[in-house]
Structures are given as C-alpha cells and as structure tokens.
C-alpha cells in the first residue's frame, strides 16, 4: 500500500522528472514538501502563496500528477497548500521595508546563467537574479566569476510588476527582458518565463480589476451599438471625417494605445497592441546642459498621434460622456475607443462591399486563403498598398474569416502572411504561363513606352485593358474631360487617364480624372503613368478613391498581358 513514506523517499525523483519535462514546472515545485496522503489525494505544502498559485495551475497539477502514476503506478491527485499564513499576511503590509523583511524569509527562485545590463559599463555582464515575494534580488560577476555588486529591487503588494520580452537582436535565441522599463537583463526564453510566471501570480489582484473592467466596458459597448442611434451616428460620421491611415496603420493604432495607456492602465487587456510592439515604436533622445543629459521618450510617431489624440479624439470622448452621462474619465476614454474600432469594422466593410462586393458573393464557405487570393487578382487593387488592403481586412474581420478575433493588429498580421504567399503563387503561375506561351518577341518593353507621345500612350493603355478582359474606348483627343480611355467589364466602367511624362505626375490628373467620372457616369478612376507620382498626388488619390499604377505596376501589367 502506497504511504506517504514512499512519496518523499521518491520526492527527488520526481522533481527530477518534472524537471526534464517542465523547468518552469520545476522551479516552483521545489519549494512544496509532499506532507500527507489520504486516500488517493496527495497534499503538497508550500511556503510561498506565488509557488503554490502557479503550481496549482491545472496544465500544471496535470504534469505532476503524470509524473506520479508513471512513478507509483497509481493515480494520485494533488492538493496545494500554505504552510503558514505568511503571505496573507504580507497583502496587508503598507511600507516598502516591511514587506522586503518578510519577503527575505521566505525562499528564492534563483536563474543563474544570465546577463544584466550594467549602465556604469554600458554592456552586459554575468549575474543571477533571486525572485522573492514581491522583491527580486541581482547579483553581477566578473569575469572571474567572483561577486561584484548586488542591487535589491524593493517593491509592495500595491505596486505592479512589469517586463516586456522581445527577442535580442544580436544573440541568436536569447532573450531581452526589462523588468520596471529599466532593468535590462539577456537570458535563454525558459529562464525569462519563469520570471514572466512568478509576475504573473504577484499581479493577480491588478489582472482580475483589469478583466472586470474589460467585461463592463465590452457590455457598454454592445448595448451602444445595438440600441443608441445617436451615438452610433456620431461615431460613424467620426469615422468617416478621419484619415482612414488613423485606422488602417498598425504604428498609429499602437502609439493611440500607448497614450490611452499613459492615463491609466486598467483598460490594457482592450488594447489590441502589446507592451513589446508600443516598446519598439518609442525612441530616445538626449540633450545636453552642461555636463547634465537628460534623456527623453517619445513615439516614432509621437507628432502624428497626438494630433489625432488631441485635436480629435479627446474631443469625441467629451461627447460620447456627455451623451451617455458618464462621470468616470477614465471609462469615457476606453469606452469611446472600443466604439470605434467596433464601428470602423462595420463602416470600411461597406465601403469594401460598395467598391468589391460584386467579387465576394456567397463567400460563407471560402476560407481566408480562398478570399485572398481571390483579391490579388482585382485589377483595380494593388494588394500590398493599406488603402486596399487595410478595408479588406476589415471586411474579412466581420465576415469572422480570421476565427472571431476582432484584434485588427493581430489580423494585419495574419492577413500579410496570407498575402504574401497568395503573391508568390500568383507570381509562380504568371511565370509558368509565360513560359508556356508561343515564343514570339515582347510586343512592347517600358522603354518603348518611354519613347511614345500621349496618343501612342492611350492606345497602348487601351490595348493593355482589352487584354485584360475589357472593352475599351479611347475618347476624342481634345475636351476628353479627363479621362482618355472608358474600360468595361462586368457591367462596371472604369475612367482611365493615361499620362507619358518625363517628370512626376502632379495632383492635376486626380482632379481631372475625378471631374471625367462625373462627367461619363463611371464606376472608378485611374491615373497610369510610365514616370511615377508627387506625394500630394498620392495623398488627393487616396482622398478621392482613385488607382494610381505607377512606372512599376505598369512595367509588371505589360509582362503580363503584352
């Protein structure tokens, strides 16, 4: 009959097992003392509450209890349990060295092997981090390996415990770890996860506010959506006075996040971006007064957020409080922000069906990668460019295609995968067909074009299109109203202006090919160039939803069909 005897005679073994399988497993385990078998239950004693709750965790208890029948040969649950009332105890503590003289009794996680980043030295150096309670410890080595300094991190039970883990970029399969954006450590990932995982238990109390608040403002959200007209209207006519870019451009999604962020953080598991990717949009800079340097923080994009931030959103917040009678500041800003990226999914998914839908019908059984590849080949959309492929996204988004996550961070980034191997298949199958086509010499090259005057350039253009699959008409030379070629397909008519310059085409061919569609009742415009686009151009196109292919597009469409 199995004792309790026998369970802590094979104690070590069974840590040892659990050690090969599982480290983070292990390192929590070591301080719980197998005390007591009754009936098939075994109970595990822990002095530290943070290693009882992680090893309580069910993947966890799942592990060990493995461990055990491949030991014992009998199925043995267990149980975690405190030693002493220690930690509760601690919960209650006020002062930063009260807490750090009780967490010094109790015992430490010690990771050894690790790399801290000394600021007097400006490098890495060895050391070994112990994790006790809610205090950590670093001890640094020379060279030689003999201890060198030792700095103790105090901390309470009312402050939280942050660290950010991106891959290090100069030591292949290692990690950078900032603890309390400051301290800068470079470890193997396991290691850094056993750290990660202590955090995560001594945050619990910040983790459940935060899940709270997240249900109370997901509820508001649905509630607003489906019953308040005003606000819905509000947020829709928001949406459609910004720069699309405030919404399509993950760096501008992100720095929003890392403002909302600075008024408080009880709203972060609503954020779409992580602690990592806002990290990686911050840059510093240093100013010098004498021998003092002071060192600021800002985003990449800090000009350009703000400006929408402050000049906008801030203002739609005091509205959207003031319509719903909310008192609560820091609700106001959240709430109004999960509205409109709630809308915005509903609002570019029918500019996409008004401009695309005709492409997208009956689509409930297509996969994602069905759909995307169906997008590449959309003549009038260049499937890398955000104005395209950014609406789409959405679109796919409220057709539940990327399995109901509604992050659009998350599905950009999906989507780019997809994407990009749809590209390589279509760029693989217009290989293969050009090879299988009758070798005759290449009708035209770009630098044919280069030589052509502006009514050699249309009919090339209209060539190119009847090509494609259209029909096609080229308007009289003079009062063309600003559309030199009419493409049609599919009941659908396209305004083409075709311009062979030498230069960039300035923002004048948007303006006259937007007039030309009024004037020929058209469906979309194009301007096609042999040269390439002014920025202000680029910027009126996107303005007014017209296609610019550019010298390379072009160059790509003729290889292609000529």
């Keep these: ?28 385990l070591v301080d719980g003392e197998p005390t007591e078998l ?42 975690c349990i405190k030693a002493t009332h220690l930690t509760d105890q601690l919960e209650g503590s006020n002062t930063v060295e009260e807490q750090v003289q009780n967490d010094l009794l109790l015992d430490k996680v ?23 309670g809610h205090c950590f410890e670093i001890d640094t080595f020379t060279n030689e390996m003999k201890l060198w300094k030792r700095v103790t991190y105090k901390s309470t039970s009312d402050t939280e415990k942050e660290m950010t883990i991106v891959p290090s970029t100069m030591y292949v399969g290692e990690v950078i770890v900032d603890i309390n954006e400051g301290t800068i450590l470079l470890m193997l990932p396991e290691k850094a996860n056993i750290i990660k ?30 019953d308040n007209n005003e606000v819905n209207t509000i947020l829709y006519n928001f949406i459609d006075s910004i720069n699309s870019t405030t919404l399509y451009d993950y760096k501008m999604i992100t720095g929003v996040e890392y403002n ?7 709203g972060k598991m609503l954020l779409m971006s992580s602690d990592e990717l806002q990290k990686s949009l911050i840059v510093q800079t240093e100013s010098k007064q004498g021998i003092h340097v002071t060192v600021t923080e800002k985003l990449e994009n800090q000009e350009e957020v703000d400006g929408y931030f402050e000049e906008k959103f801030k203002l739609l917040v005091k509205l959207i409080a003031k319509k719903l009678v909310i008192n609560d500041e820091t609700l106001a800003y959240y709430l109004t922000y999960i509205l409109i990226h709630k809308k915005a999914i509903k609002f570019f998914t029918e500019r996409w069906v008004q401009q695309y839908g005709e492409y997208f019908i009956n689509i409930e059984n297509h996969s994602l990668e069905d759909l995307v590849a169906l997008y590449c080949t959309i003549e009038t959309v260049i499937p890398n460019k955000l104005i395209y492929a950014s609406p789409f996204i959405y679109f796919l988004m409220e057709k539940e295609k ?63 299109f009847t090509k494609m ?65 002014t920025d202000s151009a680029r910027e009126l196109a996107h303005s007014n939803n017209i296609v610019l292919w550019d010298r390379n597009i072009l160059k790509e469409k003729i290889s292609e069909f000529l």
Aim: net charge neutral; hydrophobic share 35%; glycine share 4%.
């Design 260 to 266: 909302l962020q600075s008024i408080d953080k009880i």
């Design 469 to 533: 699959g259209y029909s096609t008409t080229v308007t009289k030379g003079s009062g063309d109203q600003g559309v030199d070629v009419i493409a049609e397909k599919d009941g659908r008519k396209y305004g083409v202006q075709a311009k062979c310059y030498s230069s960039a085409v300035s923002n004048k061919a948007i303006q006259e090919v937007t007039a030309g569609l009024n004037h020929y009742k058209l469906e979309k415009g194009l301007v096609i160039t042999n040269n390439f686009f």
């Design 110 to 132: 010690v990771i050894e092997d690790i790399y801290y980043k000394d600021e007097e030295e400006d490098s890495f150096i060895p050391a070994t981090i112990k994790l006790f």
């Design 197 to 226: 995982e202590h955090f995560e238990v001594l945050n619990k109390k910040f983790i459940d506010e935060r899940i709270k608040f997240k249900n109370l403002v997901e509820q508001k959200c649905r509630e607003i959506l489906d």
């Design 38 to 79: 009754i009936g098939n239950t075994m109970y595990i004693t822990f002095k530290n509450r943070a290693h009882m709750e992680y090893t309580k965790k069910p993947e966890n208890t799942y592990l060990i209890e493995n461990m055990l029948l491949k030991i014992f040969g009998e199925k043995i649950k267990i149980e």
């Design 402 to 464: 990327f399995m109901q996550n509604d992050n659009y961070i998350n599905c950009y980034d999906i989507f780019v995968d997809v994407l990009n191997e749809a590209l390589e298949n279509k760029k693989l199958m217009d290989f293969e067909r050009n090879l299988m086509k009758n070798k005759t010499k290449l009708k035209y090259t770009i630098n044919d074009v280069d030589l052509m005057n502006g009514h050699e350039f249309e009919q090339l253009i209209s060539l190119l």
């Design 1 to 28: 009959m199995l004792t309790i005897k026998h369970i802590i005679n094979k104690w070590s073994d069974v840590l040892e097992r659990v050690k090969k399988e599982r480290i983070t497993v292990h390192a929590w």
